[in-house]
């Protein structure tokens, strides 16, 4: 049985920890989202200066380290009289970065819906909005959903480096704990499980929703 308290006492910290670290995902998967969007929107414009900053967004995001992204907004935008509180920085940070990822998500899926049923909701009097709404756009998403879930789950991993910025997520609860117990092991272990714990629920709607994909594009 003391066996058994031992772990159980680490876990009431872990908790606290894994739930900023949903909080965090959640919110910054709400962020990425509508950003994955307009910037994909913004890829198909027909200004030619909206479609190269979108471009240089994209290659800029997707290039460089989310670890250098965050430390950029949290160390140096202060300097310049910039200042964020640490989880608004890490929603940025994390959300601008998964972004960059989503709007190819996106950009790939409306690429999926082929010309003639754009033709076709021209020929029945559909304006370009109405096309997008209820011909184009659901059916992208229907092909996105898969790899935003994916994506999703990166970002739960992605989480914990705003460890890094005092943030007192799951792994850096971790690291608190290691440093208060000295029970590397068992604080790591748990940690691990409670990732796993988060991660595994939404690596079942991947999968759910792919086979739902696989069935529409059927």
């Known amino acids: 049985m003391e066996a058994l308290l031992g772990p159980l006492e680490l876990l009431p910290q872990l908790l606290r ?14 962020l990425a989202f509508f950003l994955s969007f307009a910037v994909a929107f913004a890829r198909n414009a027909p200004w030619k200066w909206l479609r190269y900053a979108t471009v240089a967004y994209v ?6 380290s989310a670890l250098v992204q965050l430390f950029f907004l949290f160390f140096i935008l202060p300097a310049y009289g910039l200042s964020l509180p640490p989880m608004l920085t890490a929603i940025v940070a994390l959300g601008l970065n998964m972004s960059a990822y989503g709007s190819e998500i996106v950009r790939g899926a409306i690429a999926t819906v082929g010309q003639d049923q754009r033709d076709a909701a021209r020929a029945l009097g ?9 011909v184009i756009l659901p059916q992208a998403m229907v092909v996105a959903l898969p790899s935003f879930g994916n994506l999703l789950i990166e970002l739960l991993k992605a989480t914990s480096l705003v460890s890094l910025i005092t943030i007192t997520e799951l792994t850096f609860a971790g690291r608190q ?4 117990t000295g029970r590397d092991f068992e604080v790591w272990a748990l940690v691990l499980v409670l990732y796993f714990a988060m991660a595994w629920p939404l690596s079942l ?3 759910r929703a792919e086979a739902r994909a696989a069935r529409f594009r059927r």
Not at 59 to 64: D, V
Not at 177 to 180: A, C, I, Y
């Open 126 to 134: 559909l304006t370009r909005v109405q096309t997008w709404r209820t």
């Open 17 to 30: 920890g894994a739930r900023i670290t949903l909080q965090l995902t959640l919110l910054t998967a709400v």
């Open 205 to 207: 709607l991947v999968a």
């Open 59 to 64: 290659e800029i995001f997707r290039g460089t």
């Open 177 to 180: 704990m290691v440093v208060t």
